[in-house]
Nanobody
């Protein structure tokens, strides 16, 4: 069984910073990409940032220059450093892992439970 567990959300003032962490654990054969998505109330889930196993990184236009995604390959972790936060960044942030489990032959998307980020004064 594979699990992704996020941590690091919370309440922050506009202009502030937060760091989210996500750890993938369980019977993992190979991780292709890891990243972050978010979902604000009444909106669809959207990509925030993703980093592949070859270190190719994609960011949503709305977070470029403010957010940085990174991975610790040895620990199966992914991080999201968020700076200059804005009220419109308020959302539940979900960790995503595109990976192959030991007892599987295909890459699949696995999700964390989500962590709330609220940007407000």
């Amino acid at each position: 069984q594979v699990q992704l567990v996020e941590s690091g959300g919370g309440l922050v003032q506009p202009g502030g910073s937060l760091r989210l962490s996500c750890a993938a654990s369980g019977r993992i054969f190979r991780i292709n990409a890891m990243g972050w998505y978010r979902q604000a109330p009444g909106k669809q889930r959207e990509l925030v940032a993703v980093i592949s196993s070859s270190n190719t990184i994609n960011y949503a236009d709305s977070v470029k220059g403010r957010f940085t995604v990174s991975r610790d390959y040895a620990k199966n972790m992914v991080y999201l450093h968020m700076n200059s936060l804005k009220p419109e960044d308020t959302a539940v942030y979900y960790c995503n892992g595109n990976l192959r489990a030991v007892d599987d032959t295909n890459l699949r998307n696995y999700w964390g439970q989500g962590t709330q980020v609220t940007v407000s004064s």
